[in-house]
Structure formats: C-alpha cells, structure tokens
C-alpha cells in the first residue's frame, strides 16, 4: 500500500539544519530512495565551498543542485545584499523543486535553505505554499523535507514534522569562526 509523503521542516536559529537534512538524505538514499537535494542562496559557482557537496555528488541515486550566488567574499566577509541574480536564483531553486516533485522519481526531496529564502526577501511566502500546495496535489509517496530559519504559520499547520534547532551554547560565541568540515 503506498501512502502519501510526508512533509519534514528543520528550523529555528541553532546550528543542525542542513546537517539533519543531509543525514536523511544519506539514510534514505543507503536504503534505495532516489534523492533531490537542492540547496537555495548556496553559491552554486562555489562547488567545492560546501563539503557536503563532495561526497553527495558521488552517490548514484543523488542528484544534488546548488542555487544562489556566491555570499563569502574573498576577504571573508559575508555580502547580505541581494542582487538580482539572487533572485533569479531563488526562482531556478524553486523550479528545479516543483519539477522534482512533478517526476514523481524521488523518494526524498530537500530544499535546504529554502525557509531562510523568506527572511532575506528571494522568495515570497506564498511561492513557498505553492510549492507545498504543489507537492500535496502531486500525492507523491516522496518525502519533502524543508530548512532554515524561517516558520510561517501555514507551514506550521501543515507540515507533519518539526524540529526546531535552539542555541544553548555554541562557540561561535567565543569568537571561533566557521570552520570548513563543521559548519561548511
């Protein structure tokens, strides 16, 4: 009997988001599932920035997109501005998603980063509903699996699991910077 899948978000302002996300997209891809794994505003010039990326690329049933543009400047500061090729994007990440879920060829999909996508202003709440719209019109049997740190109040009511990532402590806070293998 096949059931409709289920719709995880991973937010809130602690560290573990992504690292959760790409958890379960190992976990379901060692059991078989075909993977989506679409990281939103990640720099996708930058393939080799994010660590993650040089393992999930390896992995047969793993299809893995990076979208945005690249945020670290050389000089290691962060650039918080968008531009328009931000947006335009926010708008490929989000199309790669609807397509993704449309195929019908995927156990799992992730859009990491996708809720953080509503605070910087690239995506509208309601591009984000549609997409989840889109995603239960489509009764795939995929597993949809949201990140960042934004909660909107429709997502709250629909998603079917939550967890909120919460900084007790975190080093961070002692001046330690992002560390490439740990937080990138």
Do not use: W
Not at 10 to 21: L, R, V
Not at 37 to 45: L, R, V, Y
Not at 131 to 143: G, N, S, T
Not at 172 to 179: Q, V
């Amino acid at each position: 009997m096949s059931q409709h899948g289920q719709i995880h978000v991973y937010t809130g302002d602690g560290k573990g988001k992504t690292t959760s996300a790409v958890g379960l997209a190992v976990r379901a891809s060692g059991a078989g599932r075909k993977v989506c794994f679409i990281q939103f505003d990640k720099g996708h010039e930058a393939e080799d920035f994010y660590s993650e990326r040089k393992v999930l690329q390896k992995l047969s049933n793993f299809d893995i997109h990076s979208t945005g543009k690249i945020r670290m400047m050389p000089s290691g500061q962060f650039r918080f501005t968008n531009s328009p090729p931000d947006f335009e994007e926010a708008q490929r990440g989000l199309k790669i998603a609807v397509e993704a879920i449309r195929s019908g060829k995927y156990g799992l999909i992730v859009c990491d980063e996708i809720l953080s996508c509503l605070l910087t202003g690239l995506l509208q709440e309601s591009e984000v509903e549609n997409l989840v719209k889109e995603f239960d019109l489509a009764r795939c049997e995929a597993e949809l699996v949201l990140t960042g740190r934004s909660l909107p109040a429709f997502l709250k009511e629909r998603a079917d699991l939550i967890t909120e990532m919460k900084p007790i402590k975190h080093y961070f806070n002692k001046g330690l910077p992002a560390r490439r293998g740990i937080e990138f």
